[in-house]
């Protein structure tokens, strides 16, 4: 193989007429040439000694070096890395090599012929000259040239997309941090303004006229809905961070849908509305976390009650199908539109409902999502306009994989009472 020469100003070349066939391979070899010197991402060509046999304008680029200073030298001390100068030792050889995920996935490709493709890592021993440690998307090839195998590796700095990546966590963390924090220190006050409004409802400061009772009782619920929104956003906030803990336990899902219902049957009487509960025979015991299945229930029942005019029906049914315990809960109210039905999960969302707004966060259903997903489980809606709407809970009888609370105990009891 010739040496190589800088090809970035290398035109294509059309062979005149006539032309030998020594001159058309020649041709032939500067284009290719070109356009392997044109690519914008860093290409090497290694032999399988890690010695590189051609590079493009990216890589001399990257590395601030002539091609005479990378040509016939193993990859390591082309790119300068730090541990051959420290170890003197060869290229792959050395102690730190067998942590150096460029040296590891090229000898992969070395050893078993097969390519490795976006492997994202940060070089902590190469172009030690730079302020900030590089990161690149590594993909490698084996190819076959003149009968002897090479491998071409390719390096893509994505060194500017992984700092904003970087950035853009610290700001969500220091942005959930700042909601926490503010939602932490509103409880305090907003728990201590319901209860003075309580003692003063209840008259023991005093007796109160019609009009006072009127005032006091609509700052009671507006406290309410406030310290709701704020339980909401903390829940939520937990969920998505992954800090909120998950007590699962062996239990029947049906009476924790029962209780949701009993809870919520003061709130359906109030509106005029029936609510019924309906369980399917050998409702096997399953692993769930009784308090965040009942707050998913709970949250569908009462969204289901607020939107159901008086005299209408809501009904939870619980049942077993395909090894899936399966919770509907339905009614006959307003329905949502088709075009909100695939963003009703999304957090803050509030389908427009004019001249019949409701009150509400647009956390509760992404709360109730979030819970379902770490069961394992999923949740799907049907509605129709003014005839109404059915959420649908799926959860696995057996526990997700991943779950690790329970001991080993625990997961024979379990495992005996299922399969009873």
């Known amino acids: 193989m010739k ?7 290398i035109p294509f070349v059309q062979p005149p007429a ?14 290719l040439e070109a ?24 890589i001399r680029k990257m590395i601030g070096k002539d091609y005479s200073q990378i040509i016939n030298r193993t990859i390591g001390n082309a790119l300068d890395c730090q541990t051959i100068a420290i170890e003197s030792n060869v290229c792959g050889s050395g102690q730190y090599c067998k942590k150096c995920p460029l040296i590891q996935n090229i000898q992969k490709v070395v050893e078993t012929s097969q390519p490795v493709h976006q492997v994202e890592f940060q070089s902590r021993t190469h172009f030690q000259d730079r302020a900030v440690k590089p990161w690149f998307a590594l993909s490698v090839e084996p190819v076959t040239i003149e009968g002897r195998r090479h491998i071409v590796v390719c390096l893509n700095d994505i060194t ?8 853009l966590i610290e700001t969500m963390e220091i942005k959930s941090q700042f909601i926490s924090t503010v939602s932490h220190e509103l409880r305090t006050p907003l728990t201590a303004i319901k209860e003075g409004l309580n003692i003063v409802l209840e008259e023991e400061a005093g007796t109160l006229n019609k009009k006072q009772k009127q005032f006091l009782e609509l700052s009671k619920r507006n406290v309410e809905r406030l310290n709701g929104l704020v339980n909401d956003v903390l829940d939520f906030q937990k969920l998505e961070s992954g800090s909120m803990k998950f007590d699962f336990a062996l239990g029947n899902i049906a009476d924790a849908v029962k209780e ?42 009462s969204n289901a009650i607020k939107f ?27 329905g949502i539109p088709k075009e909100d039905l695939s963003k009703i999960f999304e957090r803050f969302y509030r389908v427009k409902r004019p001249g019949k707004e409701i009150p509400g966060t647009g956390l509760g259903l992404p709360i109730v999502a979030q819970i379902i997903t770490h069961h394992g489980g999923r949740i799907m809606v049907e509605s129709e306009l003014d005839k109404g709407t059915t959420f649908t809970i799926f959860l696995p009888r057996r526990p997700p994989a991943d779950l690790d609370q329970l001991s080993t105990a625990g997961d024979e009891t379990i495992e005996k009472t299922i399969t009873q």
């Open 160 to 167: 500017v997309r992984k700092l904003a990546e970087e950035k």
């Open 35 to 58: 356009i392997f010197d044109a690519v914008p991402v860093g290409l090497l060509l290694l032999d399988e000694n890690l010695t590189v046999v051609r590079v493009n304008d990216a």
């Open 18 to 31: 006539g032309e030998t066939l020594e001159n058309l391979i020649e041709h032939k070899r500067k284009n």
């Open 308 to 334: 159901t005019p008086a005299g209408g029906k809501v009904s939870a049914k619980v049942q077993l199908q395909n090894d899936e315990i399966i919770i509907a809960i339905s009614d006959t109210g307003m």
């Open 260 to 301: 949701a219902a009993e809870i919520m049957s003061p709130m359906a009487k109030k509106a005029g509305i029936s609510i019924t509960v309906e369980v399917e025979p050998d409702i096997f015991r399953s692993v769930f976390d009784h308090n965040k299945i009942i707050y998913a229930v709970t949250n569908l029942l």
């Open 3 to 9: 040496p190589q020469e800088p090809a970035s100003n």
